[in-house]
């Protein structure tokens, strides 16, 4: 289970669907078109041992469909393993929209896709992603109540940011815990790259802990405001990875952690809220830690979303949520053990950790 496939039936081209689902062992792909609203996506379940399958739609100009089709794949996956790991009772799913989000998007479009949602029965829960808004899922739900991530005044649970960042602020503790013997971040100084809904929040609790904080955004406004607000130092540009750092906190974009990077950053600990962090998990995993850098893997400490977006499927509140962010604490310990103690990169811990999961309670679950 959740292993790579290694007995692809010979039946099946490299390149079809069905080839291609076997490779990450997905359970289900549904394909959906209609030419009245010019709808054309793809909804991937990858995994329901735990629960129901809980991921965002994304709407995005592919190139083609094979691009979107792995695109899905890719992301529903992921989604397995952060449920799996943050002990959360869902599986892993994703959807993709084939198209221009500033201009083929409609309220049938987007209707027409909820009816889509809806045909899978609660097996697959849909949210927010790149490219849809608030209102396109006020549309969606018209239609299914498999929808998750909704704004407050329509009952939902918001803005699921400032979780994600508490979680990203308890994963950054249990590196330097692990790393110093105590969690205090008490003058040490971190580099956030990207001050926007997440990073900005990871300021104020760094602030707040009397840290020494830099601060780089694209956004030149946006930098300057929290660099005032919070007596903060700006760092422009590329020179982030060049800044004299314990902590190295990406919270704008993936992939910061590469070739190139590595050979510059002089940080201890990288705990940050972007997601893919490792330009390529299997290189620069391996790379960060003989480099002697304790990285939070992003999947777990990123979670606080997820665990938002799950207190509308569970009915619990902001309080419960952030209560169980702070566990993110003691699993991003528990990965940073079994990571020394296994001589084994960090992602990789965490990866066997949420394999370990859904095997052990697919087994509580096969009397029914
Ligand atoms: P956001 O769009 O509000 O903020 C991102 C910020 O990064 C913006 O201010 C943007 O100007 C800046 N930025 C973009 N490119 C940059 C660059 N090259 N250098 C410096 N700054 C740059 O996004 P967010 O909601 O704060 O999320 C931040 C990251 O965390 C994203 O990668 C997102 O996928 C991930 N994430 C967010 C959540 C959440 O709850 N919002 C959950 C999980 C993961």
Known sequence: MLKVSENKTTLLSENSVIAQMSTFDHEQVLFCQDNA?????????????????????????????????????????????????TG?????????????????????????????????????????????????????????????????????????SPVTAFGVYMGMKAAAKELTGSDSLTGKKVMVQGVGHVGQVLVDYLAKENAKVFVADINELRVKEVAEKYKATVINGDDVFDVDMDIYAPCALGATINDNTLTRLKCSII??????????????????????????????????????????????????SMEMAS??????????????????????????????????????????
């Open 271 to 320: 705990a940050g809220a972007a997601n893919n962090q490792l330009a390529d998990e299997k290189v620069h995993g391996v790379k960060v830690m003989d480099k002697g850098i304790i990285y939070a893997p992003d999947f777990l400490i990123n979670a606080g979303g997820l665990i938002n977006v799950n207190s509308e499927v569970e009915g619990y509140g902001r309080e419960r």
């Open 88 to 160: 959360l009772n869902l599986g892993g799913g994703k959807a993709v929209i084939i198209g221009d989000s500033y201009t083929q998007k409609s309220e049938a479009l987007m209707r027409r896709f909820g009816k889509f949602v809806e045909s899978l029965g609660g097996k697959y829960i849909t949210a927010e992603d790149v490219g849809i808004s608030t209102k396109d899922m006020e549309y969606v739900k018209m239609e299914t109540d498999y929808v998750s991530g909704l704004p407050v005044s329509l009952g939902g649970s918001g803005d699921p």
């Open 37 to 85: 609203t010019g709808l054309k996506a793809i909804i991937a379940v990858h995994n329901t041992v735990l629960g129901p399958a809980l991921g965002g739609t994304r709407m995005w100009k592919y190139n083609n469909e094979m691009e979107a089709l792995n695109d899905v794949l890719r992301l529903s996956r992921g989604m397995t393993y952060k449920a799996a790991i």
């Open 327 to 368: 566990n993110i604490y003691n699993t991003t310990l528990d990965i940073i053990k079994k990571s020394k103690s296994e001589n084994i990169p960090t992602y990789l811990a965490a990866n066997q950790m949420a394999e370990n999961r859904i095997e052990a309670i697919g087994k509580v679950k096969l009397p029914y």
